[in-house]
T-cell receptor
Framework: SQQGEEDPQALSIQEGENATMNCSYK?????LQWYRQNSGRGLVHLIL?????REKHSGRLRVTLDTSKKSSSLLITASRAADTASYFC????????????FGKGTLLTVNP | EAEVAQSPRYKITEKSQAVAFWCDPI?????LYWYRQILGQGPELLVQ????????DSQLPKDRFSAERLKGVDSTLKIQPAELGDSAMYLC?????????????????FGPGTRLTVL
């Protein structure tokens, strides 16, 4: 079963614009992670935010977490064509023994 | 940089045949995961190992799927017999769980996956 749900399912923007993706989840978590997947390849870890954190930055990435609303957002600033990929949120649910539950992902297309 | 290795990268088989996938995690990673990813969906956990022991196989269709990690290092996932609905990407990931301040923090490192097509 899917714990996280990303929104939107697909997003198309121009190079240089910012891209925002949202994730909602259902149960209490230890942490929430964002992964990127290029077409037909494995997933690459982007960033992890713990349940006691509200915001985290890594390069052009900014992640927020609102545990009261059970939601997170991923912001990619100054997007590049190379950012074109699917982005997944994954939740480490409390008591799950390091098990990650992934959402269905957001397909981001950055047009040159 | 250390990577998770998987083979084969692509596999085409006919239904009712047996298939096997291999995964070699990053050295020192105690936890190994097998995921199935259907096109357009997120990965779904099939089985999780801690060293050589199965921690979670609740989503593994045990009538046809089996997984082992005999020496707690590399792992094999087998499907016998394969069905049309098994066509998917099979991903292996590994991690070395760390605990910080009572909270578990864990990053999973994924291999390139095996694309299975069942005809």
């Amino acid at each position: 079963s899917q714990q996280g749900e990303e929104d939107p399912q697909a997003l198309s923007i121009q190079e240089g614009e910012n891209a925002t993706m949202n994730c909602s989840y259902k149960t209490s978590i230890n942490n929430l992670q964002w992964y990127r997947q290029n077409s037909g390849r494995g997933l690459v870890h982007l960033i992890l935010i713990r349940s006691n954190e509200r915001e985290k930055h890594s390069g052009r990435l900014r992640v927020t977490l609102d545990t009261s609303k059970k939601s997170s957002s991923l912001l990619i600033t100054a997007s590049r064509a190379a950012d074109t990929a699917s982005y997944f949120c994954a939740t480490d649910v409390k008591g799950s023994n390091y098990k990650l539950t992934f959402g269905k992902g957001t397909l981001l297309t950055v047009n040159p | 940089e250390a990577e998770v290795a998987q083979s084969p990268r692509y596999k085409i088989t006919e239904k009712s045949q047996a298939v096997a996938f291999w995964c070699d995690p990053i050295s020192g990673h105690a936890t190994l995961y097998w995921y199935r990813q259907i096109l357009g969906q997120g990965p779904e956990l099939l089985v999780q190992f801690q060293d050589e022991s199965v921690v979670d196989d609740s989503q593994l269709p045990k009538d046809r799927f089996s997984a082992e990690r005999l020496k707690g290092v590399d792992s094999t996932l087998k499907i016998q017999p394969a069905e049309l609905g098994d066509s998917a990407m099979y991903l292996c990931a590994s991690s070395f769980p760390k605990t910080s301040g009572g909270l578990s923090t864990d990053t999973q490192y994924f291999g390139p996956g095996t694309r299975l097509t069942v005809l």
